[in-house]
């Protein structure tokens, strides 16, 4: 019973992961869009207020988006200088202690990057760029991507207690009988 509800809740996890990488390569599209406007405006003449805005609220999205799918699938950059030169027993322990303190520091981040806005929000706070946005607009997908962020690292830390953190999709089912 539980082995089945891990394996869903895996699979579960493992598709918000891959729908944030999604909206990640929205922002990149976004991100593209933008410059491109700003380059074919000014070439003709035209000043389009906001580009340089959006390239940025963009890239901000991008980046937070993109964390979660990257550390299910190990991509990010880790030094094993010390890790390497460990027995297994220590090192498996040591990679616990690394991932349940990341995951500490960044629900912190994301606690505090979620009340911000939700602080936008509830005053109404615009950017005083030339956009004129609404900041919660822009602050909630970096919110999104480091909630996420945070789950996928609680998510982590149980794989790795388990001994399965480098396992494919459906990593928490048990041995067929």
Do not use: K
Not at 30 to 40: K, P
Not at 88 to 93: G, K, L, N, Q, V
């Amino acid at each position: 019973m539980l082995t089945s509800f891990g394996s869903l809740l895996d699979r579960v996890l493992r598709r918000l992961y891959a729908a944030c990488a999604v909206l990640a390569g929205c922002a990149i599209i976004t991100i593209t869009l933008a410059v491109m406007v700003s380059i074919g405006s000014r070439a003709i003449g035209i000043y389009v207020p906001g580009t340089t805005e959006i390239a940025g609220y963009g890239m901000a999205a991008a980046g937070a988006l993109g964390l979660a799918h990257t550390a299910i699938n190990h991509g990010h950059v880790r030094v094993d200088l010390v890790l390497s030169r460990l027995q297994e027993t220590p090192r498996h322990r040591v990679e616990l202690v690394a991932l349940a303190a990341s995951t500490v520091a960044i629900g912190f981040t994301a606690w505090t990057l979620y009340r911000l806005a939700a602080s936008s929000h509830r005053f109404g706070d615009l950017s005083s760029n030339s956009d004129g946005l609404p900041l919660w607009v822009p602050q909630f997908p970096l919110a999104l991507g480091f909630v996420v962020f945070a789950i996928s690292l609680a998510h982590l830390t149980v794989l790795t207690l388990l001994g399965r953190a480098g396992a494919a999709p459906g990593v928490l089912e048990g041995p067929q009988q």
